[in-house]
C-alpha cells in the first residue's frame, strides 16, 4: 500500500502561483511513477504533469507546459508541482497519483491522494 496526501491549494488571483506537494509514505520500495491531475466540476479527470522514480524523466501536458514544473524530493517522499502563470480554467481539485507504468491515463494509476482545491478567480 501506499498514501498520499497532498497540500498547498488554495486561492489565487489570475496569473497567481502556487506549489503543490504530495506527501509519499508506505511502501515506497515500490519504482512508482507519479503524476499530478486535475478534476474540474463535470469534467474527467485531466492529465497535467508526470515525473519518474528516478526524478530525472518529466512529461507535462501541452497546456501546462512551461507554466507548471514537477519534481521530487526523494529524501523527504514528496512530490512536488510548481503552477505559475495560472488561469480561472485551471480551477479544479489537483490530484496526485502513483503508478508502475510510465503513463499519462488515469486508469493505470494504482493510488490517489484525496486532492486539492485551487480556485484561481478572475
Known amino acids: 500500500q501506499v498514501q498520499l496526501v497532498e497540500s498547498g491549494g488554495g486561492l489565487v488571483q489570475t496569473g497567481g502561483s502556487l506549489r503543490l506537494a504530495c506527501a509519499v509514505s508506505g511502501r515506497t520500495s515500490s519504482s512508482y511513477n507519479m503524476g499530478w491531475f486535475r478534476q474540474a466540476p463535470g469534467k474527467e479527470r485531466e492529465f497535467v504533469a508526470q515525473?519518474?522514480?528516478?526524478?530525472?524523466?518529466?512529461r507535462y501536458a501541452h497546456s501546462v507546459a512551461g507554466r507548471f514544473t514537477i519534481s521530487r524530493d526523494k529524501t523527504k517522499s514528496t512530490v512536488y508541482l510548481q503552477l505559475t502563470t495560472l488561469k480561472p480554467e485551471e480551477t479544479a481539485v489537483y490530484y496526485c497519483?502513483?503508478?508502475?507504468?510510465?503513463?499519462?491515463?488515469?486508469?493505470?494509476?494504482?493510488?490517489w491522494g484525496q486532492g486539492t482545491q485551487v480556485t484561481v478567480s478572475s
Open positions: 497519483g502513483a503508478s508502475r507504468y510510465w503513463s499519462i491515463d488515469a486508469r493505470t494509476y494504482d493510488y
Open positions: 515525473i519518474n522514480w528516478g526524478g530525472d524523466g518529466t
